[in-house]
């Protein structure tokens, strides 16, 4: 039996040995139009390939067709191990078009040495050893399962308490405080995880996991376009990255090379308020904005399954249902939407946006834009940790105080960073790749506040006389 796309092992079904890369050459344009499950091509490393017929074994479930049509190398060389590439070349059928921009329409960056990066295959060689010789699957985590049914059961307690058994005063704003953090954990441990296949070998499982953030209102489909695709693909790339991307007039600015306004003077005061809103924006503004324009930032959307369209609606009237309707004959406590925008906001922000993280520059040639830099070793620079020795911040944060190893390896579970990190220092180290890490949470928001306060300032003099 072949060799499985994944580090444990075997692969359920043979893979399919008849087709052989052929000569043809393809447009983006072309590749484009193969965009669904049912017919599902992707870019990767330049050449074409039609991956239809390993649609429905694919061990990382949807995962497979989350960019389809487009360039997924990034997303295919952090997901799978090395042997996986030779397994790969099955299933090429041709090669991109070079021209003026051969990827203008696929949404790419050209990284350094992509594909042949030495600082990275030697780091996803020892790690993989280590999987290998701990003989454990780095995507499942028995605890992780504990862990999910322990945080939804208190979500769903201190729902109860919040809107129909609060009883007195005290005990109803302290289960909306918990109601809040937990929406928050939902978000950063469960469908995190799930979302980036790192949770279960049961695809159904997984999948249904994935939807716990539509249980608390936002949309796992919209969250792997914004998350996966674009901020994993382009971390801290200024007009890539829908993580840090910004219209003009917006309210806050990330990098110098963003349009900068008067009020950006302030936004390290008035941004520690409005991320409160981040859960709430997301939840009825952002998902609807980004379904009628059919994108996200850069990201473009592809067109929704069946199934993804119905989770879509579904979680949205269920949500409004249980959470808006219901609640409002029993009262308000619209308060554990902050909480979750708060926690959501800053345990997100204070990983890239710091003065120790990198922010790319990119180099247009020929129509094609580049870096400089591998794109492992961007992971790296454009990326924080924060309070690693804790077990506590392991576990409330889901992993995102190890946000180095998480973008690096994003289908391990969260709870096998720690493991992982001391290869990882230690290859940074002999790479000469800068490894930062703050000391303790509160050090690197304020790190983040710090950096707001100095981007929104630079080059920019607040005059006094109106």
Known sequence: MAPRLGFEGQCPVPLDD??????????????????????????????????????????????????????????????????????????????????????????????????????????????????????????????????????????????????????????????????????????????????HGAYSNSKAVGYLMSTSLDLVGASSFMWRQQHVVGHHSFTNVDGYDPDIRVSDPDLRRVTKDQPRRKYHYFQHWYLALLYGLLAFKSIFMDDFVALKSRSIGPIKLPKMTSLESCIFWGGKLFYALYMLVLPHCFGCHSGFQLLAGWTLAFMFQVAHVVEKADFPVLEKKDGISKVSEGWAELQVRTTNNFSTDSLFWLHVSGGLNFQIEHHLFPGLCHLYYPNIQPIVKETCKEFNVPYNSFPTFWSALRAHFDYLKIIGRTEFKLRLDG
């Open 18 to 195: 008849t087709i052989a890369c052929t000569g043809t050459i393809f447009t983006p344009e072309e590749v484009l139009s193969h965009n669904t499950p049912e017919d599902c091509w992707l870019i990767i490393h330049g050449k074409v390939y039609d991956v239809t017929s390993w649609v429905p074994h694919h061990p990382g479930g949807s995962l497979i067709y989350v960019n389809a049509g487009k360039d997924s190398t990034q997303l295919f060389d952090s997901y799978h191990p090395l042997h996986v590439g030779k397994l790969l070349e099955r299933y090429c059928i041709g090669s991109l078009k070079l021209g003026e921009n051969p990827y203008a329409d696929v949404g790419s960056v050209r990284y350094k040495n992509s594909g042949g990066e030495d600082f990275y295959l030697t780091l996803k060689s020892r790690v993989e050893n280590y999987f290998r010789m701990m003989k454990v699957n780095p995507r499942v985590h028995l605890h992780m399962f504990m862990k999910s049914i322990l945080l939804l059961a208190i979500y769903m307690m201190s729902y109860l308490f919040t809107f129909y058994w609060g009883g007195s005063f005290v005990l109803s704003i302290l289960s909306t405080v918990l109601l809040g953090f937990m929406v928050a954990e939902i978000g950063i441990c469960i469908q995190h995880d799930a979302n």
